[in-house]
Each structure stands twice: as structure tokens, then as C-alpha cells.
């Protein structure tokens, strides 16, 4: 008799249903993970919306997850059940262009776990061995399965190659622009200057290591202007996904300065940008989308040691069980900067 297991399967836009379903088996190269924590971003509140990846459903969704070894499939080594580990969601098919140049995410073939496949709202998923990180067992899971996000904002710090003593601006202070936030004051950019709507998210992204808040935008290129000594930033990082912004972004950076492209968009938009001035002053703009390889080393090393101030993203904690309440009231609660589930099994 196949093994079950329970799963929180989106059975169409906004419904989930929790069901047993075959537990999956590790192939060759494979391993079956045990989940113990999955978070909740922004991308699964799209597919639940059915904004994204509506094609894929059913499916279980769910990419920002930690959890032990539960089996090793054959020909696996170097790894240990019982242990923890976090996981990579991207596959490539390691054999294209971008495969073999390590630029996974333009892979055409790839697979994410949580969108294009089955994912982690269950007790197990099966991966490849490859894509495996072992994780010390003194970080606790609510921390590790924070690597995914953290790693998206380091893999952007990296491309638009962020360093000490450069001046920020980070437009959007949502968790994932709070994550910005935090890397860049342990980098050493100074100063950071974050600009969000809403109030509350300002606060919580000075608790966390922004030098100036704006609520204003009306009052933001003065400010920024003021803190750079009138030339503007050397970055200013799109933590949106508002075409609009870029007109604004534009009058932000410096001559020679760097727009990151980050906060996703609707397909189709096009960039607002002044092309003379992009050549005269040799400006840039550079996307940057998601994490892999890397940057998920990077990202788990930092939490292992502490660099990220995790207590307000790891506070709303429901099991699967709850996962439709957990989904339907994630926009009422603008203060949880995180919502996780938690698998007991
Ligand atoms: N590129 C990647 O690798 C990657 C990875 C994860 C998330 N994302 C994207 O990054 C963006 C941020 O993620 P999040 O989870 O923090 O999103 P979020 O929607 O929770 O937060 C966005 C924040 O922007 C603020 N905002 C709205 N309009 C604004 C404006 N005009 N000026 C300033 N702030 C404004 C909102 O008040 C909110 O706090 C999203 O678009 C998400 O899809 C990209
Ligand atoms: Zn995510
Ligand atoms: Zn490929």
C-alpha cells in the first residue's frame, strides 16, 4: 500500500483543502525532506489569488521551507537523514545554455517547487540531492526557513553590486524591503533611507536599521537630496512592483548611479526611462530575481550567526490544518512580517 501523507492542496483560486495525499518517493539523486516550516510570500498570496500560476492548479504550493532528511534516495551521498537542511526551489535542467553557466533562473525548462510543482504546505517533499543545504541543528526552523526570502535580497544586494560606505534608497518597506534593510546596514550602506506609504511598515524598517524614514512621497527626493549631499543615491532599490516608481527612482540616483529592479510587476510594463540622460550620466538598471545556489549559502550563513533580526517574522505561526485562516486574514495583519505554518507531525 502507497504511503500517504497530509498536504494543503490549493484546489482552485482561494480554496485550500487539507487532504492525504501519496507521500512522494525520493527517486535516484533524490532525497524525501521531512518539512517542519514553510513561510508565506508574496508569490503564494498571488498564486492563491490566482494572479500567478494559475495553470499549475491543483498543486500544493509553498517554496520557503526547512526541514530534516527523512530518505535518502539511491545514489545519494554526503548527506544524512535526521539532519536539517534547507532547500533551493529552483531546477534546472542542467543541460542548457544557462544551465552550464550557472544562470539557472533564466533556465527555459526550469521547475520551482511551491509554483510550477507540488511544494512544501505538506509533511514531505521529495528534491534533488543537489539542490539540498544542510543546516546546523542549533538555528531554530522558524529562523531557517527565512534563507529563501533572505536569500532574493541577497542575490539583489549582489547584482547591484552593494557595498560599505554606499548611499540606499529603498522604496517599499514590506518584509522583503525590511530584509533589504537589514542586509544593507550589515553590508555598511550608509546612509539608508526607506520610503513606504504606510507608517507602521516606515517604524519597522527604522527598528531595523534604516537611517531616515519618508511616509511622503512628495517629500522623498528632498530628503534623499539632503542625506547625499544634493547628488542623489548610488542605488535605489524597487521593493514595489509599481511601474510608476521608476519615473521617480530615476530622479533618486546619482550620475553613474544603479536602479535595482526588484518588486515584481504585471507582465507587459514598460520602464518610464530618459535614454539620453541613461548614456550621458552612464546610469544602469539591472533586475534580479529570486535566489539560488549562492546565495541561499550566503543567506543561511547570516541567519546561522545572527546578522538578521528575525522575532517579527516568525510571531504568526499556524498549523497546516489552518492554512485557509492563515491565507484569508494575511492582509489584516499588515504587522506580521511573516506568516509561517508549522508542521507537526
Ligand atoms: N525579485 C525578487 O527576487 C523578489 C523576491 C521576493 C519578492 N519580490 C517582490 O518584491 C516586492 C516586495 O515584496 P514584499 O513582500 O515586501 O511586498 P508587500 O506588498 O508586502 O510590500 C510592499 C510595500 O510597498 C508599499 N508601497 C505601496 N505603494 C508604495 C509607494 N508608492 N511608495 C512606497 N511604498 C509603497 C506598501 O505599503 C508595502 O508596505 C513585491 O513586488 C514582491 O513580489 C521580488
Ligand atoms: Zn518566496
Ligand atoms: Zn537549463
Known amino acids: 500500500m502507497t504511503a500517504t501523507m497530509k498536504a494543503a492542496v490549493l484546489v482552485r483560486p482561494g480554496q485550500f483543502e487539507v487532504q492525504q495525499v501519496p507521500r512522494p518517493e525520493p527517486g535516484r539523486g533524490e532525497v524525501l525532506v521531512r518539512i517542519s516550516r514553510v513561510g508565506i510570500c508574496g508569490t503564494d498570496m498571488h498564486i492563491f489569488n490566482g494572479h500567478y ?27 544524512t537523514p535526521g539532519s536539517p537542511v534547507v532547500v533551493d526551489m529552483n531546477i534546472g535542467c542542467g543541460t542548457c545554455y544557462w544551465c552550464r553557466r550557472n544562470e539557472v533562473l533564466n533556465c527555459p525548462d526550469m521547475q520551482q517547487m511551491g509554483i510550477t510543482m507540488d511544494g512544501a504546505f505538506a509533511e514531505y517533499i521529495a528534491v534533488p540531492a543537489r539542490l539540498v543545504i544542510p543546516a546546523p541543528d542549533t538555528v531554530p526552523t522558524e529562523v531557517l526557513a527565512l534563507t529563501e526570502p533572505l536569500a532574493c535580497v541577497v542575490r539583489c544586494a549582489r547584482k547591484a553590486n552593494i557595498t560599505f560606505g554606499q548611499s540606499v534608497v ?18 555598511g550602506a550608509a546612509p539608508i533611507i526607506v520610503a ?84 550621458l550620466q552612464e546610469n544602469s538598471i539591472k533586475g534580479s530575481v529570486a535566489g539560488m545556489g549562492q546565495d541561499m549559502h550566503d543567506a543561511l550563513t547570516m541567519l546561522t550567526h545572527g546578522r538578521i533580526r528575525t522575532e517579527r517574522f516568525t ?20 504587522r506580521d512580517l511573516k506568516t509561517q505554518i508549522a508542521l507537526t507531525h
Do not use: C, W
Open 315 to 334: 510571531a504568526a505561526t499556524y498549523p497546516l490544518d489552518q492554512i485557509q485562516d492563515a491565507f484569508d486574514s494575511f492582509a489584516d495583519r499588515p
Open 196 to 279: 513606504d506609504l504606510s507608517e507602521d511598515r516606515v517604524n519597522m524598517a527604522l527598528e531595523a536599521g534604516a537611517d531616515v524614514g519618508v511616509t511622503d512621497p512628495a517629500e522623498l527626493e528632498d530628503v534623499v537630496m539632503r542625506h547625499t549631499d544634493g547628488r542623489g543615491a548610488d542605488v535605489v532599490i524597487e521593493s514595489v512592483g509599481l511601474p510608476a516608481l521608476y519615473r521617480q527612482a530615476t530622479r533618486l540616483i546619482r550620475k553613474g548611479g544603479h536602479i535595482a529592479a526588484f518588486g515584481l510587476t504585471g507582465a507587459d510594463e514598460m520602464l518610464p526611462v530618459d535614454i539620453l540622460q541613461t548614456i
Open 170 to 187: 529603498v522604496l517599499g518597506a514590506g518584509p522583503i524591503g525590511n530584509l533589504h534593510v537589514q542586509l544593507l546596514r550589515t553590508i
Open 53 to 79: 500560476a494559475a495553470d499549475s492548479l491543483p498543486m500544493i504550493p509553498g517554496h520557503e521551507f526547512t526541514g530534516t532528511i527523512a530518505e535518502l534516495g539511491q545514489d545519494v551521498q554526503g548527506l
